[in-house]
């Protein structure tokens, strides 16, 4: 088999849902920026959206405490992700009442309806990840050469 292919590793109603899923997005001719999929992945498959939606499986959290479980995002991108995330219903933002007021966050029961899909994801980008990397290797090597002989 050549490059992407299948190699038996997805079951054929998987391959079929997939496949009757796609013709039927097609046909219905959806504008690119309205079709569901691309929407809620858009949001899903940004870069610090997983990590921000780990965190906050274990439970609310306040800002400093995201901050230091993603120390590589500045405090602009995480104030952006999470606006987005309360805007999209996949977090809740709560005010208390102290001084100075007090703000944690947490998933709201659609963010918690995501876990189970994202674990699953998550499990296979580790199990897959040293057959990607040395994918990306034989690719980037291009074409073994034949030696003239």
């Keep these: 088999m050549g490059r ?5 590793t997805v079951s054929p109603s998987g391959r079929d849902e997939l496949a009757r899923k796609f013709v039927e997005w097609r046909s219905l001719v ?10 809620v992945l858009d949001r899903v498959g ?3 959206t997983t990590l921000i939606v780990m965190a906050l499986a274990g439970g ?38 102290t001084k100075p007021p007090s ?3 947490r998933l709201t029961a659609l963010g918690g309806a995501m876990l189970e899909p994202l674990a699953a994801l998550i499990r296979w980008a ?14 980037d090597e291009g074409p073994a050469e034949e030696s003239a002989a």
């Design 60 to 97: 609310p959290q306040r800002f400093g405490a995201l901050t230091r479980a993603a120390p590589d995002i500045s405090k602009r991108m995480l104030t952006q992700t999470l606006r987005n995330l309360e805007r999209d219903g996949l977090v809740a933002r709560t005010v208390y009442p």
């Design 30 to 39: 959806l504008d690119a920026s309205r079709c569901p999929v691309r929407d």
């Design 4 to 8: 992407g292919d299948l190699e038996g």
């Design 126 to 139: 580790e199990q897959s990840h040293p057959a990607i990397v040395a994918a990306r290797r034989r690719f």
């Design 103 to 105: 703000v944690d966050y």
């Design 46 to 48: 940004d870069k610090w």
